[in-house]
């Protein structure tokens, strides 16, 4: 029996394919790749990331935030979430009571090198400002304060699965009738820190990603924000519905997912009993499918063990965008109701020789009639999450 | 939700005993070491092997990790820093070193949230056990004090309005019956100052006030930043 | 005088932080990965860490790591003919 989950009716989104839903629809049927050369954050690590072509400043100014007063991240975040409530229609009082879930694996550590570096140095400590914006918290209560975000909120922290384990939260909350409204998603601005981090752990490709490929030799960071809006108001139409949820745990190791992929086996399979439906009902699923070695082959194993033949459209979109962090999974949660609501399936970009010995990923956009689609997300920690939407 | 089990980190914790395995302790830096040990001794005692979902809450996370990582961008480059630390430094570290010790394939989530941190971690414990999805859910919160941190905080004029940082980890163990007591009626709750001034330097304190409440013996309203409840002994 | 395998062997004690191991514990010709000690690819990742950070010597990928190493010996020797100062 078919569950119908909880209906979305605003979203947002700022990554290097695009600052807005029109702009980053545009790049998903063009195909167009925001990956390139760093231009807008210092490090020694030469490798192409994902930038979102809008500097601190210019954020601020779109925002008429002042400059310099808010992390980048808070700044993604903001941007993002008010496109969402824009298309929301939420009426002021709505919005105070409106819960708030964000994420981010980062917070304020972009800039928190220029509180720590004087002091690591032995010369004291730098602006405090940055030591205030440091924590993953801060971003929360920033953008809620800038967009008048009044209910309860907080922010998750699960690596790269934090964008959609807002997102599962807030429709619990909804479901439980703990909370009417809830805006959820994920911000994460790309620095330093995290690329030296990436870096040491081996899994950066050099070059351009191509997930889900042969010879794919790592990911490419990204960044920026996606927030959905989703509410238990019957009235509201809709842009989609969240039909099916699961976060589960690979359970077998800090940075690398089990060699079938049991962790993502179960929450594919706990979010389509949730949803009520099985796996021929899915159309469209939009892997995790960062490029790293590790990552592909377990979540191909996985996705095969649950659909055996017969695979729908798949494929990972991390080629355009790179791997945004904790706002993946709401970006790609954004995707995935862009390609139900646009009847497109997305092509996997990046992709060159699809991986040997398994079904090929999508190498150009195809039309989708389906009506749902999944998203996984994979983070650090075999921690597991998969989202299934349902068009409109 | 039932009240199962609960402990808090001391002295007296037996983390070899609780953690066996020297090659995993090896991959664990203090907090996660506590953090784990803490979350086993509460599982032990109230003899349960395997929770359905793991819920951990911190305040500021794994400071002394990210300074660690933090100085070696400052001294070698960002070419330099150790994949270690860089992996203990991810927020659901404690929760992800329980479910591989424990082969907990369940929810695992984890709320890095400041002073409301142990609030979020409640009500998301309450939507596990509310929804069926989980029968047992093992809460688990901490933080740790760094000089660094202390100093911060310090410079932000937290001693002069009673602000006291700390350090700490503590458990407990909700179930869906059994128990020694309930939580009743928790209701998420929006506040702009922590409940306890002191949950702004140390956020975990208000699981430490949480088990007492529990161990006071008699029904008592429970209040954190976040949350709300009656606590049915 | 400690020996370079001495000071190696210290050094792969503190970076991979092994508690109750000491130096003598340790067979020059053991194995480090898989059995023996019982290594990993994060400790890997770190090995190859130590050999930039404490002698100078690059790797550039984590494959070419893999033969260096196999023992305590192949790595003395691979950093007595390739250190720098």
């Not at chain 3, 020996?3 to 130096?23: C, F, G, M, S």
């Amino acid at each position: 029996m078919a569950n119908r989950g909880v209906k979305i009716i605003g979203m947002g989104a700022v990554s290097s394919i695009g600052v807005g839903i029109d702009a980053t629809l545009e790049s998903l049927r063009s195909g167009r790749s925001g990956i390139g050369p760093i231009k807008n954050c210092a490090t020694t690590i030469d490798v192409p990331a994902g930038e979102v072509g809008l500097t601190d400043n210019e954020m601020a100014g779109l925002l008429g935030l002042r400059p310099h007063r808010h992390s980048r991240t808070t700044l993604l975040a903001t941007l993002a979430a008010r496109e969402a409530i824009g298309e929301a229609g939420l009426a002021p009082d709505t919005l105070k009571k409106a819960a708030l879930i964000s994420s981010t694996t980062t917070g304020g550590m972009r800039e928190t090198p220029l509180f720590y570096a004087p002091y690591a140095k032995g010369e004291g400590m730098g602006p405090l400002s940055h030591a205030w914006r440091h924590p993953t918290a801060n971003h929360t209560d920033e953008m809620a304060s800038a967009l008048g975000i009044g209910g309860w909120r907080t922010t998750i922290s699960t690596a790269c699965s934090s964008g959609a384990n807002a997102i599962l939260t807030g429709a619990m909350m909804i479901e439980s009738g703990m909370a009417e409204t809830v805006v959820a998603g994920g911000a994460d601005a790309l620095c330093a820190f995290t690329l030296g981090g990436f870096n040491s752990l081996k899994i950066l490709s050099g070059e351009a990603c191509h997930p889900l490929s042969e010879g794919r030799d790592g990911l490419n960071l990204g960044e920026g924000a996606a927030y959905v809006v989703m509410t238990a108001d019957e009235g509201k139409p809709s842009c989609g519905w969240l039909s099916g949820w699961r976060n589960t745990n690979d359970a077998y190791h800090q940075t690398a997912m089990s060699d079938d992929g049991a962790g993502c086996r179960a929450s594919m399979r706990g979010a389509m009993e949730k949803a009520g439906i099985g796996p021929s009902g899915i159309g469209y699923i939009n892997l995790h499918g960062t490029a790293t070695p590790n990552n592909d082959q377990t979540e191909m194993a996985a996705i095969e063990a649950v659909w055996g033949g017969k695979i729908p459209f798949f494929g990972s979109t991390k080629g355009l965008t790179g791997h945004t962090l904790a706002a993946s999974g709401a970006l790609e949660a954004v995707f995935c109701l862009l390609a139900l609501r646009e009847r497109m399936a997305w092509a996997s970009a990046g992709l060159t020789t699809p991986m040997e010995g398994h079904p090929p990923a999508l190498g150009s956009n195809g039309p989708l009639e389906a009506e749902y689609a999944l998203s996984n997300s994979l983070g650090f920690g075999g921690n597991c999450t998969s989202l299934i939407f349902r068009k409109a | 939700m039932r009240i199962l089990s609960s402990a808090k980190f001391s002295d007296e914790t037996d983390v070899k005993g609780l953690i066996a395995d020297s090659g995993a302790r090896r991959r664990m830096s203090r907090l996660i070491k506590m953090g784990v040990a803490t979350g086993m001794e509460c599982l032990a005692k109230a003899g349960c092997r395997l929770p359905d979902a793991i819920v951990c809450a911190t305040g500021y996370g794994f400071l002394a990790d990210s300074e660690k990582l933090l100085g070696q961008m400052f001294t070698a480059g960002e070419g330099m820093m150790s994949p270690t630390p860089f992996m203990q430094s991810t927020f659901n570290s404690i929760g992800s070193s329980i479910a591989i010790m424990t082969g907990c394939h369940g929810a695992n989530m984890t709320f890095a949230d400041g002073w409301r941190a142990v609030g979020s971690a409640m009500v998301f414990s309450q939507l596990l056990i509310g929804s069926g999805e989980a029968g047992t859910v093992l809460l688990v919160a901490g933080d740790e004090l760094t000089p660094t941190l202390e100093a911060t905080l310090g410079r932000m004029g937290m001693g002069r309005v009673g602000v006291a940082p700390s350090e700490g980890v503590a458990a407990i163990l909700f179930g869906r019956e059994g128990g020694m007591g309930a939580v009743e009626n928790l209701t998420p709750t929006t506040t702009d100052h922590p409940v306890e001034k002191s949950d702004w330097a140390y956020p975990t304190a208000s699981v430490m006030r949480l088990i007492d409440t529990i161990a006071g013996g008699s029904t008592a309203a429970y209040e954190t930043s976040g949350a709300k409840c009656i606590i049915r002994l | 005088m400690k020996t370079t395998k001495e000071t190696l062997k210290e050094q792969i004690i503190q970076t991979l932080n092994l508690e109750d191991i000491t130096v003598d514990d340790i067979d020059d010709d053991a194995p480090l990965f898989g059995e023996g000690l019982g290594l990993d690819s994060i400790d890997a990742l770190e090995l190859i860490l130590l050999l930039e950070r404490g002698y100078g010597i690059k790797l550039s990928t984590a494959a070419e790591a893999r033969p260096i190493f196999k023992s305590v010996n192949t790595m003395a020797e691979f950093i007595e003919s390739n250190a720098k100062e």
